[in-house]
């Protein structure tokens, strides 16, 4: 069988109240086009909504943008996979204690804030960070079943 | 953008269902407490939460759900939520919001349990 093409998309997104929703549409789009679940293709928007979060609020970036890109693929006759690249040019942050952070919780009930990459995690079947003092770029890659 | 909460309430005896439908987002989340604690305020001890017209959250507004949970819980009073999808559910356990507050499938059953009778 034929391998499907590759799907690639891009996009520049100002970073603006409520901008994730445009890029979890992006994803979302792009997974049903590729045949993938509801439940996968919501899950990659939620996914896709905490990271644009994250960039936004926390990326101190001078060009305010959040640069995306997609990419689905089907690695073979029964897999699909979707690929985001979710890109700013920020000030970067420091991994390891943004994940010790995210162990800590309030003895007084439950911890309210800071579980972007937790959910992220949650969500995809894999995120992988890399951030410096030139900006972050989360990859982030959900699979799904292809019917047949 | 155009997927702004927009929210409905229905009292019921002592307490009342507050249906939402678009994104709860920070000012989503802050406009569902505002509106919760109005109702508190007017004597209602036990919420619902209907979310089956909202298809996305955020982490923010979870976290104001959270808020709204511990306000109730201080007042004595109750809050489920009903009507949500996979990935809210799932949203909802991994922030823990799940061990405060009750999660029923559907509006009947959370009417049932949490004593929501018609005024």
């Given amino acids: 069988m034929t391998p499907q093409a590759d799907r690639q998309m891009e996009l520049t997104l100002p970073m603006v109240p409520d901008i994730e929703i445009a890029a979890a ?4 789009n792009l997974g049903r086009e590729m045949g993938m679940s509801v439940e996968d293709v919501d899950e990659m928007a939620h996914a896709v909504v905490e990271a644009c979060i994250n960039a936004r609020e926390h990326s101190c970036c001078v060009d305010q943008r959040i640069y995306l890109r997609f990419r689905g693929t089907s690695p073979d006759v ?5 690929e985001v690249w979710i ?3 920020g000030q970067g942050f420091n991994l390891d204690e943004a994940r010790l952070r995210r162990r800590g919780s309030s003895n007084n009930g439950p911890k309210k804030r800071g579980w972007g990459l937790q959910i992220m995690e949650a969500h995809m079947d894999e995120v992988e960070i890399s951030t410096g003092d030139k900006g972050t770029t989360v990859r982030m890659v959900k699979y799904g079943e292809k019917k047949l | 953008m155009s997927d702004e909460l927009k929210l409905a309430v229905e009292r019921r005896g002592d307490g009342a269902v507050l249906y939402t439908k678009g994104y709860i987002n920070n000012v989503g989340g802050e406009e569902i407490a505002n509106r919760s604690y109005e109702l508190l305020d007017a004597g ?10 909202t298809k996305i959250v955020n982490s923010i507004g979870i976290s104001i759900l959270i808020e709204i949970i511990e306000k109730m819980m201080e007042k004595g ?3 489920g939520f009903c009507c949500l999808t996979p990935v809210i559910q799932k949203t909802f356990q991994i922030m823990g919001l799940a061990q405060y507050a009750s999660i029923y499938a559907d509006e009947e059953s959370a009417i049932k349990d949490l004593g929501l009778q018609k005024s």
């Fill in chain 2, 44 to 53: 209602v001890t036990t919420l619902l939460l209907n979310l089956k017209e």
């Fill in chain 1, 78 to 82: 029964q897999t699909l996979k979707v």
């Fill in chain 2, 77 to 79: 009073g109750r809050l």
């Fill in chain 1, 87 to 89: 890109t700013d040019n």
């Fill in chain 1, 25 to 28: 549409r992006a994803a979302g």
